[in-house]
Nanobody
Framework: QVQLVESGGGAVQAGGSLRVSCVAS????????MGWFRQAPGKERESVAAISRSGGSTYYADSVKGRFTISRDNAKNTVYLQMNNLKPEDTAVYHC???????????????WGQGTQVTVSS
């Protein structure tokens, strides 16, 4: 089992920045690709970004390219999502997820955190 705990969400005005973090425990973190997903009220969960086990490969949804950066620190068992130039449409609960093996963009991840709320006001 892998346990994931997100933190760092909050409320910010449009154009602002936030960094959300996800700490993993339970298994060897560097064996898992990590992803960030978000879900807004009344909408389906969508992929935001993903990162490979080593951090050498990343994926971004078109809606966040150039604004969000995913990174990981395997020594700290932590994955980050730096979000810049936030927009009201970025408002959602952000979840991190882990899967053993290669990076993918779709939600087929085995382990999920509870999520952290990000609210962007105009």
């Amino acid at each position: 089992q892998v346990q994931l705990v997100e933190s760092g969400g909050g409320a910010v005005q449009a154009g602002g920045s936030l960094r959300v973090s996800c700490v993993a425990s339970g298994r060897t973190f560097s064996n898992y690709a990590m992803g960030w997903f978000r879900q807004a009220p009344g909408k389906e969960r969508e992929s935001v970004a993903a990162i490979s086990r080593s951090g050498g490969s990343t994926y971004y949804a078109d809606s966040v390219k150039g604004r969000f950066t995913i990174s990981r620190d395997n020594a700290k068992n932590t994955v980050y999502l730096q979000m810049n130039n936030l927009k009201p449409e970025d408002t959602a609960v952000y979840h991190c997820a882990a899967r053993f093996g290669i990076i993918i963009a779709t939600p087929e991840y085995a382990y999920w955190g509870q999520g952290t709320q990000v609210t962007v006001s105009s």
